[in-house]
Protein backbone atom coordinates (compact mmCIF):
# COMPACT_ATOMS: atom_id res chain seq x y z
CA UNK A 1 0.00 0.00 0.00
CA UNK A 2 1.74 3.29 -0.91
CA UNK A 3 1.98 6.07 1.81
CA UNK A 4 2.30 9.69 1.10
CA UNK A 5 2.61 11.82 3.68
CA UNK A 6 1.68 15.02 1.90
CA UNK A 7 0.19 15.73 -1.42
CA UNK A 8 -0.69 18.65 -3.64
CA UNK A 9 -3.41 17.69 -6.24
CA UNK A 10 -3.75 20.55 -8.71
CA UNK A 11 -7.37 20.94 -10.34
CA UNK A 12 -9.65 19.37 -7.16
CA UNK A 13 -12.81 20.32 -8.63
CA UNK A 14 -12.47 17.61 -11.44
CA UNK A 15 -14.13 13.90 -11.79
CA UNK A 16 -10.57 12.62 -11.05
CA UNK A 17 -8.94 15.50 -9.29
CA UNK A 18 -11.17 15.11 -6.24
CA UNK A 19 -11.05 11.29 -6.41
CA UNK A 20 -7.17 11.57 -6.13
CA UNK A 21 -7.97 13.88 -3.22
CA UNK A 22 -9.78 11.16 -1.40
CA UNK A 23 -7.87 8.33 -2.64
CA UNK A 24 -4.99 9.89 -0.69
CA UNK A 25 -6.81 10.66 2.08
CA UNK A 26 -7.73 6.64 2.73
CA UNK A 27 -4.15 6.18 2.28
CA UNK A 28 -3.34 7.96 5.17
CA UNK A 29 -2.03 11.00 3.71
CA UNK A 30 -1.24 13.55 6.58
CA UNK A 31 -1.97 16.81 4.50
CA UNK A 32 -3.53 16.44 0.86
CA UNK A 33 -3.70 19.95 -0.84
CA UNK A 34 -6.27 20.69 -3.28
CA UNK A 35 -6.48 23.32 -5.49
CA UNK A 36 -9.76 24.63 -7.34
CA UNK A 37 -10.40 27.56 -9.69
CA UNK A 38 -14.06 28.72 -8.53
CA UNK A 39 -16.75 27.30 -6.26
CA UNK A 40 -18.93 25.70 -9.41
CA UNK A 41 -16.53 23.11 -10.99
CA UNK A 42 -18.13 20.12 -11.03
CA UNK A 43 -16.36 18.15 -7.73
CA UNK A 44 -18.37 21.04 -5.73
CA UNK A 45 -21.72 20.00 -7.74
CA UNK A 46 -20.96 16.59 -7.15
CA UNK A 47 -20.19 17.59 -3.39
CA UNK A 48 -16.93 14.96 -3.68
CA UNK A 49 -14.31 17.79 -2.96
CA UNK A 50 -17.31 20.14 -0.29
CA UNK A 51 -17.52 16.37 1.49
CA UNK A 52 -13.49 16.03 1.77
CA UNK A 53 -13.05 19.55 2.52
CA UNK A 54 -15.70 19.11 5.61
CA UNK A 55 -15.15 15.33 6.76
CA UNK A 56 -11.09 16.03 6.99
CA UNK A 57 -10.72 19.09 8.00
CA UNK A 58 -7.20 19.36 9.35
CA UNK A 59 -5.85 17.05 6.39
CA UNK A 60 -7.85 18.30 3.54
CA UNK A 61 -6.20 22.04 2.25
CA UNK A 62 -8.44 24.17 0.27
CA UNK A 63 -6.51 26.34 -2.04
CA UNK A 64 -8.67 28.90 -4.54
CA UNK A 65 -6.23 30.15 -7.24
CA UNK A 66 -5.98 29.77 -11.22
CA UNK A 67 -3.31 27.14 -11.89
CA UNK A 68 -3.13 28.24 -15.14
CA UNK A 69 -1.65 31.81 -14.63
CA UNK A 70 1.81 32.35 -12.98
CA UNK A 71 0.70 34.00 -9.96
CA UNK A 72 -2.07 31.68 -9.13
CA UNK A 73 0.59 28.97 -9.12
CA UNK A 74 2.50 31.25 -7.11
CA UNK A 75 -0.12 31.96 -4.18
CA UNK A 76 -0.59 28.22 -4.40
CA UNK A 77 2.85 27.81 -3.54
CA UNK A 78 2.77 30.66 -1.04
CA UNK A 79 0.50 29.03 1.41
CA UNK A 80 1.68 25.16 0.82
CA UNK A 81 5.08 26.30 1.62
CA UNK A 82 3.65 28.10 4.90
CA UNK A 83 2.84 24.64 6.18
CA UNK A 84 5.22 22.04 4.57
CA UNK A 85 8.67 21.93 3.72
CA UNK A 86 8.32 18.53 1.59
CA UNK A 87 5.66 17.28 -0.87
CA UNK A 88 5.44 13.89 -1.29
CA UNK A 89 2.92 13.28 -3.79
CA UNK A 90 2.29 15.83 -6.75
CA UNK A 91 -0.97 15.13 -8.80
CA UNK A 92 -1.57 17.59 -11.91
CA UNK A 93 -5.79 17.15 -13.01
CA UNK A 94 -6.14 19.96 -15.28
CA UNK A 95 -7.50 19.97 -18.26
CA UNK A 96 -9.85 20.79 -20.77
CA UNK A 97 -11.41 19.70 -24.08
CA UNK A 98 -14.30 21.22 -24.92
CA UNK A 99 -16.34 24.04 -23.56
CA UNK A 100 -19.07 26.44 -24.31
CA UNK A 101 -17.16 28.35 -27.04
CA UNK A 102 -15.65 25.07 -28.66
CA UNK A 103 -15.45 21.25 -29.16
CA UNK A 104 -12.55 19.36 -30.14
CA UNK A 105 -11.63 20.47 -33.96
CA UNK A 106 -12.11 17.10 -36.76
CA UNK A 107 -10.44 18.84 -39.55
CA UNK A 108 -8.57 21.69 -40.21
CA UNK A 109 -11.29 23.78 -41.27
CA UNK A 110 -12.18 24.00 -37.57
CA UNK A 111 -8.85 25.50 -36.47
CA UNK A 112 -9.02 28.66 -34.71
CA UNK A 113 -6.38 30.70 -32.73
CA UNK A 114 -8.58 31.00 -29.79
CA UNK A 115 -8.90 27.64 -29.05
CA UNK A 116 -5.20 26.28 -29.79
CA UNK A 117 -3.92 28.56 -27.68
CA UNK A 118 -6.35 28.13 -24.79
CA UNK A 119 -5.82 24.44 -24.76
CA UNK A 120 -1.92 24.90 -23.95
CA UNK A 121 -2.61 26.85 -21.62
CA UNK A 122 -4.94 25.10 -19.60
CA UNK A 123 -3.12 21.42 -20.71
CA UNK A 124 0.25 22.25 -20.79
CA UNK A 125 1.15 25.05 -18.63
CA UNK A 126 -0.25 24.30 -15.21
CA UNK A 127 2.41 21.45 -15.01
CA UNK A 128 5.23 23.53 -16.21
CA UNK A 129 4.20 26.12 -13.50
CA UNK A 130 3.71 22.80 -11.00
CA UNK A 131 7.73 21.96 -11.62
CA UNK A 132 9.07 25.67 -11.19
CA UNK A 133 7.63 26.62 -8.04
CA UNK A 134 7.07 22.60 -6.10
CA UNK A 135 10.55 21.18 -7.09
CA UNK A 136 12.14 22.91 -4.22
CA UNK A 137 9.79 21.05 -1.63
CA UNK A 138 10.05 17.79 -3.80
CA UNK A 139 13.74 17.55 -3.10
CA UNK A 140 14.38 15.74 -0.16
CA UNK A 141 15.53 12.04 0.96
CA UNK A 142 12.05 10.35 0.57
CA UNK A 143 10.16 8.69 -2.39
CA UNK A 144 8.99 11.50 -4.53
CA UNK A 145 5.84 11.47 -7.12
CA UNK A 146 5.55 14.56 -10.01
CA UNK A 147 2.79 13.18 -12.50
CA UNK A 148 0.16 14.47 -15.04
CA UNK A 149 -3.02 13.47 -16.46
CA UNK A 150 -2.34 13.52 -19.83
CA UNK A 151 -4.26 11.13 -22.92
CA UNK A 152 -3.21 8.87 -24.65
CA UNK A 153 -4.30 10.94 -27.83
CA UNK A 154 -1.70 13.24 -27.03
CA UNK A 155 1.20 10.46 -28.09
CA UNK A 156 2.66 11.54 -31.50
CA UNK A 157 3.86 7.91 -32.16
CA UNK A 158 0.17 6.53 -31.24
CA UNK A 159 -2.40 8.57 -33.49
CA UNK A 160 -3.94 7.08 -35.99
CA UNK A 161 -7.24 8.25 -36.25
CA UNK A 162 -6.18 11.91 -36.50
CA UNK A 163 -8.42 15.27 -35.30
CA UNK A 164 -8.85 16.67 -32.35
CA UNK A 165 -6.34 19.02 -33.05
CA UNK A 166 -5.70 21.38 -29.86
CA UNK A 167 -6.12 19.00 -27.81
CA UNK A 168 -3.98 16.63 -28.96
CA UNK A 169 -0.95 19.24 -29.60
CA UNK A 170 -1.33 20.57 -26.60
CA UNK A 171 -1.47 16.93 -24.72
CA UNK A 172 2.17 16.28 -27.10
CA UNK A 173 3.28 19.14 -25.69
CA UNK A 174 2.68 18.41 -21.87
CA UNK A 175 4.22 15.28 -22.72
CA UNK A 176 7.51 16.78 -24.28
CA UNK A 177 6.86 19.09 -20.82
CA UNK A 178 6.88 15.93 -18.83
CA UNK A 179 9.79 14.57 -20.28
CA UNK A 180 11.87 17.78 -20.12
CA UNK A 181 11.11 18.17 -16.24
CA UNK A 182 12.08 14.62 -15.81
CA UNK A 183 15.49 15.71 -17.17
CA UNK A 184 15.74 18.25 -14.66
CA UNK A 185 14.77 16.85 -11.87
CA UNK A 186 16.94 13.76 -12.35
CA UNK A 187 19.56 16.18 -11.61
CA UNK A 188 17.92 18.14 -8.80
CA UNK A 189 15.96 15.89 -6.85
CA UNK A 190 16.35 12.85 -8.26
CA UNK A 191 14.31 10.78 -5.67
CA UNK A 192 11.03 11.85 -7.80
CA UNK A 193 9.20 9.72 -10.11
CA UNK A 194 8.18 11.69 -13.02
CA UNK A 195 5.17 10.35 -14.88
CA UNK A 196 2.56 11.23 -17.59
CA UNK A 197 -0.57 9.15 -16.61
CA UNK A 198 -3.51 7.77 -19.08
CA UNK A 199 -6.60 7.42 -17.25
CA UNK A 200 -8.73 5.71 -19.69
CA UNK A 201 -12.00 6.98 -20.79
CA UNK A 202 -13.64 7.97 -17.47
CA UNK A 203 -17.28 9.15 -16.70
CA UNK A 204 -16.35 12.90 -15.82
CA UNK A 205 -17.42 16.33 -17.43
CA UNK A 206 -14.99 15.74 -20.03
CA UNK A 207 -16.07 13.17 -21.35
CA UNK A 208 -19.82 12.98 -21.06
CA UNK A 209 -20.37 14.72 -24.37
CA UNK A 210 -18.21 11.84 -25.98
CA UNK A 211 -19.03 8.78 -24.30
CA UNK A 212 -22.89 8.66 -24.24
CA UNK A 213 -22.88 5.53 -26.79
CA UNK A 214 -19.82 3.86 -25.27
CA UNK A 215 -19.97 0.29 -24.34
CA UNK A 216 -20.35 0.56 -20.74
CA UNK A 217 -17.32 -1.82 -19.65
CA UNK A 218 -15.18 1.01 -21.19
CA UNK A 219 -16.01 3.78 -19.22
CA UNK A 220 -14.96 3.76 -15.95
CA UNK A 221 -15.49 5.67 -12.77
CA UNK A 222 -13.17 8.05 -11.54
CA UNK A 223 -12.94 5.40 -8.50
CA UNK A 224 -11.69 2.81 -10.69
CA UNK A 225 -9.31 4.63 -13.04
CA UNK A 226 -7.69 6.43 -10.21
CA UNK A 227 -7.27 3.07 -8.07
CA UNK A 228 -5.33 1.27 -11.40
CA UNK A 229 -3.38 4.70 -11.80
CA UNK A 230 -1.98 4.36 -8.14
CA UNK A 231 -1.22 0.49 -8.53
CA UNK A 232 0.97 1.99 -11.68
CA UNK A 233 2.83 5.50 -9.87
CA UNK A 234 3.45 3.06 -7.16
CA UNK A 235 4.70 -0.25 -8.77
CA UNK A 236 6.45 1.38 -12.15
CA UNK A 237 10.31 2.52 -11.77
CA UNK A 238 11.42 5.50 -11.79
CA UNK A 239 12.69 6.12 -15.17
CA UNK A 240 15.45 9.25 -15.43
CA UNK A 241 13.51 10.62 -18.87
CA UNK A 242 9.74 10.44 -17.28
CA UNK A 243 7.66 7.83 -18.78
CA UNK A 244 4.53 7.75 -20.14
CA UNK A 245 1.95 4.98 -18.78
CA UNK A 246 -2.02 3.90 -18.69
CA UNK A 247 -3.96 3.01 -16.49
CA UNK A 248 -3.64 -0.75 -17.06
CA UNK A 249 0.00 -0.26 -16.82
CA UNK A 250 0.71 -0.38 -20.57
CA UNK A 251 3.61 2.03 -21.40
CA UNK A 252 2.35 4.46 -24.22
CA UNK A 253 5.35 6.39 -26.20
CA UNK A 254 5.90 9.25 -25.90
N1 LIG B 1 -12.22 11.82 -18.46
C1 LIG B 1 -11.55 11.20 -19.41
O1 LIG B 1 -12.05 10.29 -20.10
C2 LIG B 1 -10.11 11.59 -19.69
C3 LIG B 1 -9.41 10.85 -20.66
C4 LIG B 1 -8.09 11.18 -20.93
C5 LIG B 1 -7.49 12.23 -20.23
N2 LIG B 1 -8.20 12.94 -19.30
C6 LIG B 1 -7.54 14.05 -18.62
O2 LIG B 1 -7.77 13.98 -17.24
C7 LIG B 1 -7.65 15.30 -16.66
C8 LIG B 1 -8.79 15.51 -15.68
O3 LIG B 1 -10.01 15.55 -16.40
P1 LIG B 1 -11.39 15.03 -15.81
O4 LIG B 1 -11.79 13.87 -16.63
O5 LIG B 1 -11.31 14.90 -14.33
O6 LIG B 1 -12.34 16.23 -16.24
P2 LIG B 1 -13.11 17.32 -15.39
O7 LIG B 1 -13.97 16.69 -14.37
O8 LIG B 1 -13.74 18.20 -16.42
O9 LIG B 1 -11.93 18.11 -14.65
C9 LIG B 1 -11.12 19.03 -15.33
C10 LIG B 1 -10.35 19.90 -14.36
O10 LIG B 1 -9.68 20.93 -15.08
C11 LIG B 1 -10.14 22.21 -14.60
N3 LIG B 1 -10.26 23.15 -15.72
C12 LIG B 1 -10.93 22.96 -16.88
N4 LIG B 1 -10.84 24.06 -17.66
C13 LIG B 1 -10.10 24.95 -16.97
C14 LIG B 1 -9.66 26.28 -17.23
N5 LIG B 1 -9.97 26.92 -18.37
N6 LIG B 1 -8.91 26.90 -16.31
C15 LIG B 1 -8.59 26.28 -15.15
N7 LIG B 1 -8.99 25.03 -14.83
C16 LIG B 1 -9.72 24.38 -15.73
C17 LIG B 1 -11.50 21.94 -14.00
O11 LIG B 1 -11.84 22.97 -13.10
P3 LIG B 1 -13.41 23.22 -12.77
O12 LIG B 1 -13.86 22.03 -11.97
O13 LIG B 1 -13.37 24.49 -12.02
O14 LIG B 1 -14.11 23.31 -14.10
C18 LIG B 1 -11.25 20.59 -13.33
O15 LIG B 1 -10.51 20.76 -12.15
C19 LIG B 1 -7.64 16.27 -17.86
O16 LIG B 1 -6.32 16.71 -18.09
C20 LIG B 1 -8.08 15.41 -19.02
O17 LIG B 1 -7.54 15.84 -20.26
C21 LIG B 1 -9.50 12.63 -19.01
Redesign the pocket.
Known amino acids: MYKFENALIN???????SQFAEELIKCGASKVFVT???D?????QSGKLAALIQNYPDRIHPIKA???KEEGMVEIARVVGEEVSEIHFLV??????H?SDHGPEKSLRKINEEQFL?AV???AFPTVLLAKYFMKLMRHKKEAVFAA????VGSIEDNRAGGWYS?RGS?AMLNMMLSNIAIEFNRSCPNVKVLAL??????????SPF?KNMDPDHLFT?EYSVKRMMDVIESVDKNPLGAFYAWDGERIPW
Request: proline content about 4%.
Open positions: GANGGLGYRSTGAGVDSTNCVGYLNERVNISARYKHPGTVDTNLSSP
